[in-house]
């Protein structure tokens, strides 16, 4: 045991020494995630600016632009009134307004007879969810007049008589539509972009030691480093142990590095602290296990890094280290789940949105030593001839 | 003749690698595929719905949803698993309709449908009223055939399909959506997203990360032994430029050759293209060139040229469009190559612009192609003299 502590410790502080580990165990990570956080500041919410153009000023429209102005919908929708609608036009073409609303003269009127009238949006090709949700919130608002005028028709189709039209439409005008949305809250947060992206790239660069441990294996087999240990009364599985435990301590100290700069700097939600640090040591475990796994199946130096290469790109890319997973077709979210940092994206996901705790990850977990039971198994026998060859 | 020797014998190290192969064709493939499923949608809001057994009335309103160029409908089996799909950001809101629905609407009551949210999510808020506009049109029909029976008499049902056909006739306050522009600030959504994008950034990482041979080439003395043969430094030079601008172009020609043939894309004006193509595999080989004088070995170059070049990357509009973030970003942005070329194949791409639509996009390129050889040669230069 004191051997493979030994190599362990030769190989971290090799490791601490060689400025391109601490770049791609600290500095990429935390750089790559601030950006992200700097670019999407502000992008996590939903809000845009809408003109409204009233040119019939009665009060149907008085109402609509109350409406507009109401608490729930303040939150998605400041209101910019303008003159006319050209310099709406010009407004959304050159993007200081997401989108318009033009009243037309005589709505209020129109609406309030049986006459057909039309509010517009003015729309852009670049920011067209803004005028949607425009047309919505204006549809919702219109929903209730139309209701009562189909109300009307529908009653005289079906027998009654034109002349009581005007009774109809006094009588339609108590009605209310009977279905209605009601909202209610789960109690989660939305996941913030700096949250998501923060575990996935330190988990992108923590598969990136599986190239650089690899790799280092072979070039000290390379120097005859391995066969003269082996030399020494020193065991195999304790050249394979050393070697494993360090990089375990290197992809704990990154992952906990990562996790604290990125906390503390930009905000980012890692979830409870013990549920985190169990998903982080499961997920390091999985990496240790990948790169005995490579060892075990390259012949050089070469070859590790080809093989690591492919499986950390691989690994990230169906796990979802580049995308945000939650919003890719659900055959990527199952494929996701075949990879341990796909599980682990899902934990840490669960962990900010709910404030969970143990409980949350525990299937993660289980999923993610599952993968390295397996990988591990495999890797144990193959690793254990690349180190007696 | 010598430059074309020594980018020959270049260019055969690399094709005999098949690492570099893998990075080369497989990987950016691939990753064009995944981000061009991924990248899509976000003109539309997700909705997930659990139907607990509304009857007539619940289909109506999925079909409804599902009809709404706002809404991208998803159906799942239970609360629980709906729930746990909001929380994830799967689907902006989820709506529960309930199994007394149909029959309760049929007794004349009114029915709330439960639209399950996150709390303080305001892309949640504007999908609420996205829902709420298709759920109040769908409950003016219920609304026109229970007042049609009460004062009429006849069944619900006929007086559902008589409202329903009316909905057309009758004169309605509409709400009607007017485009006042049709300049696209961005790519189309999909695999015309993915592709160009992947382009800029892979030719670019795939060079940077090509000065490892450089590097190595430095290190075993093979420069030093080339300039005792009649080789000029500057021939020398101008072969490991060719081989890394042929590399690149080999890459973004397999890239473009893929996108239109498997994905459909459509690249633009040929020859607009074709320039752009072109001036991007010398900008990238001129990074290439410059990694390789910059970078003290091979290791540093393997580790630090994907880092660089996802920074760059993500940074230039590849992996986000930059209309969607903050001006000073975007300003920041403008600092990479990247941005001016994706920008360009935006404006080809998503515009149908021509030359002249690109002219400023391609004379910045000219500009960062130009200082870029000149730097990378005078260091390279330097040190084989």
């Known amino acids: 045991m004191r051997a493979a502590l030994v190599i362990a410790r030769k190989d971290l502080r090799q490791r601490v020494r060689d400025r391109s580990a601490i770049i791609l165990g600290l500095v990429a990570p935390v750089a790559i995630a601030a950006l992200m956080s700097l670019a999407f500041n502000g992008a996590d919410t939903f809000h845009f600016t809408l003109g409204l153009v009233d040119q019939d000023h009665g009060p149907v429209a008085t109402a609509l632009r109350q409406n507009l102005e109401l608490p729930a919908l ?59 949700v425009s047309r919505s919130i204006a549809s919702s608002f219109v929903a209730q007049i139309n209701a009562d005028r189909l109300s009307v028709a529908t009653a005289i189709a079906s027998g009654s008589p034109t002349s009581r039209a005007a009774v109809l439409a ?27 992206y923060a575990p996935a790239m330190a988990i992108l660069f923590l598969f990136f030691t599986i190239s650089f441990s690899s790799r280092s294996f072979f070039a000290e087999r390379a120097q005859g480093l391995i066969e003269r240990l082996r030399a020494a009364p020193v065991h195999p ?21 990562v996790w604290l700069v990125t906390a503390a700097a930009f905000g ?122 | 003749m010598t430059p074309i020797a020594i980018a020959k014998a270049s260019l055969q190290r690399v094709v005999r690698d098949r690492r570099a192969l893998f990075f080369m064709i497989a990987l950016p493939i691939l990753v064009i595929i995944i981000i061009g499923a991924t990248v899509r949608g976000y003109n539309r809001f997700s909705v997930g719905v659990v139907d607990l057994g509304s009857g007539r009335a619940g289909h109506d309103l999925v079909a409804a949803l599902a009809d709404s160029s706002d809404l991208t409908v998803h159906a799942y089996r239970s609360t629980a698993s709906a729930t746990t799909a909001v929380a994830r950001g799967e689907v902006s809101l989820a709506l529960v309709l309930p199994a007394s629905m149909d029959a ?32 109040a049109s769908q409950g003016s029909r219920l609304q026109a055939a229970r007042f049609a029976t009460s004062v009429q008499g006849g069944t619900l049902d006929q007086n559902l399909s008589r409202a329903a056909s009316l909905e057309a006739r009758v004169p309605v306050v509409a709400v ?26 892979f030719v670019f990482i795939n060079t940077l990360t090509g000065a490892a041979s450089i590097i190595e080439t430095r290190r075993l003395g093979m420069y030093e032994r080339m300039s005792v043969a009649p080789v000029r430094p500057r021939a020398i030079v101008a072969g490991e430029a060719m081989s890394l601008v042929t590399l690149s172009l080999l890459q973004a020609l397999l890239i473009v050759g893929t996108g239109a043939l498997l994905f459909g894309v459509s690249w633009g004006d040929p020859l607009a293209a074709a320039t752009l193509v072109v001036l ?29 070049g996802i920074l760059f990357g993500m940074l230039g509009g590849c992996m986000w469009p930059l209309s969607i973030v903050s001006p000073a970003v975007r300003a920041i942005g403008h600092a990479t190559p990247h941005a001016w070329a994706v920008d360009a194949w935006t404006a080809l791409i998503a515009r149908g612009a021509g030359f002249a639509g690109i002219a400023t996009d391609l004379a910045v390129l000219v500009a960062f192609a130009v200082a870029l050889m000149a730097l990378a040669t005078w260091r390279l230069g330097r040190r084989l003299v």
């Open chain 1, 268 to 389: 980012a939600d890692w979830g409870a602290p013990a549920a985190a640090g169990l998903v982080c040591a499961s997920l390091v475990v999985a990496t240790v296990c990948l790169t005995a796994l490579v060892i075990g199946l390259a012949r050089t130096q070469r070859q590790a890094e080809g093989i690591a290469s492919a499986v950390v790109f691989i690994l990230a890319l169906v796990g979802g280290n580049f995308v945000f997973i939650s919003t890719a077709p659900s055959v990527m979210r199952r494929l996701a789940l075949f990879t341990p940092n796909g599980w682990a994206l899902r934990a840490f996901t669960d962990l900010s949105t709910t404030g969970g705790g143990l409980h949350t990850v525990a299937v993660p977990v289980l999923a993610i030593l599952a993968f390295s039971g397996v990988v591990g198994a495999a890797a144990v026998r193959l690793a254990y001839r690349a180190v007696t060859a």
């Open chain 2, 176 to 201: 009607e959506t007017l485009q006042v522009d049709a300049r696209s600030n961005t790519l189309p959504e999909g695999f015309s997203y993915s592709t160009p994008t992947m382009l800029v950034l």
């Open chain 1, 170 to 196: 006094a009588a339609a005008t108590d009605l209310r539509i009977p279905e209605q949305l009601v909202q209610r809250p789960l109690g989660a947060h939305p996941v913030k972009v700096v949250s998501y």
């Open chain 1, 74 to 132: 303040r939150r998605i929708v400041t209101l910019k009134v303008l003159d006319s609608e050209a310099q709406a036009r010009e407004e959304v073409r050159s993007q200081r307004v997401a989108a318009a609303l033009v009243i037309p003269p005589g709505f209020s009127a129109a609406a309030t007879s049986s006459a057909s009238s039309a509010l517009h949006t003015l729309s852009s090709v670049n920011n067209t969810i803004a005028a949607d």
């Open chain 2, 280 to 308: 991007w595999a010398v900008v990238a080989a001129g990074v290439g060139l410059l990694a390789g004088t910059l970078f003290r070995s091979p290791e540093q170059a393997s580790a630090l040229g994907p880092t660089l």
């Open chain 1, 237 to 257: 599985a304790e050249i394979l142990l050393g070697k494993v435990l360090s990089v375990f301590v290197f992809g704990v100290a990154s992952l906990g590095m």
């Open chain 2, 104 to 135: 309760g609407l049929r007794a004349g009551r009114s029915v709330a449908v439960t639209a399950l949210t996150e709390e303080a999510s305001t892309t949640q808020e504007a999908a609420y009223n996205a829902v709420a506009s298709v759920v």
